[in-house]
């Protein structure tokens, strides 16, 4: 394949997939540790159930229904716990050699 044909090729999956670079060069910022029962992560629209060792991104916005609950381990060791029926959105992480600021919003 020429090089010309590669560029059009990618240059349309991203305009076809305008989300794909964004989603991929954002980096994780933790996973989960437990979780019990149905936890939700809702992320531009999309919602996936999570499962143990899912990876967490800011942006996120976490559901507990009721009897749930999830545990996060952030990259800094910083543990959370969300109990039953919340909703919980991790506006920022920001991860420096001197400290670690968070934005969480309850809801």
Same mark, same amino acid.
Do not use: C, W
């Given at each position: 394949? @020429?090089?010309?044909? /590669?560029v059009?090729?990618?240059a349309?999956?991203?305009?076809?997939? &305008?989300?794909? +670079?964004?989603?991929?060069?954002? @980096?994780?910022?933790?996973?989960? @540790?437990?979780?019990?029962?149905?936890? %939700?992560? $809702?992320?531009?629209? *999309? $919602?996936?159930?999570?499962? %143990?060792?899912? *990876?967490? /991104? &800011?942006? !996120?916005?976490?559901?507990?229904?009721?009897? @749930?609950?999830? !545990?996060?381990?952030?990259k800094? !060791?910083?543990?959370?716990?969300?109990? &039953?029926?919340?909703?919980?959105?991790?506006? +920022?992480?920001?991860?420096?050699? !001197?400290?670690? *600021?968070?934005?969480?919003?309850? /809801?």
């Amino acid at each position: 394949m @020429s090089i010309i044909r /590669y560029v059009i090729l990618i240059a349309l999956l991203f305009t076809i997939y &305008p989300n794909y +670079s964004h989603a991929r060069s954002k @980096s994780h910022i933790g996973v989960v @540790s437990i979780i019990n029962n149905i936890v %939700s992560a $809702e992320e531009n629209n *999309k $919602e996936r159930i999570l499962s %143990s060792a899912d *990876k967490i /991104y &800011p942006g !996120q916005f976490i559901k507990t229904l009721l009897n @749930s609950r999830i !545990q996060i381990l952030f990259k800094d !060791q910083t543990i959370i716990n969300i109990g &039953p029926d919340t909703e919980m959105l991790i506006e +920022s992480y920001i991860d420096t050699k !001197q400290n670690t *600021k968070f934005l969480i919003n309850r /809801y």
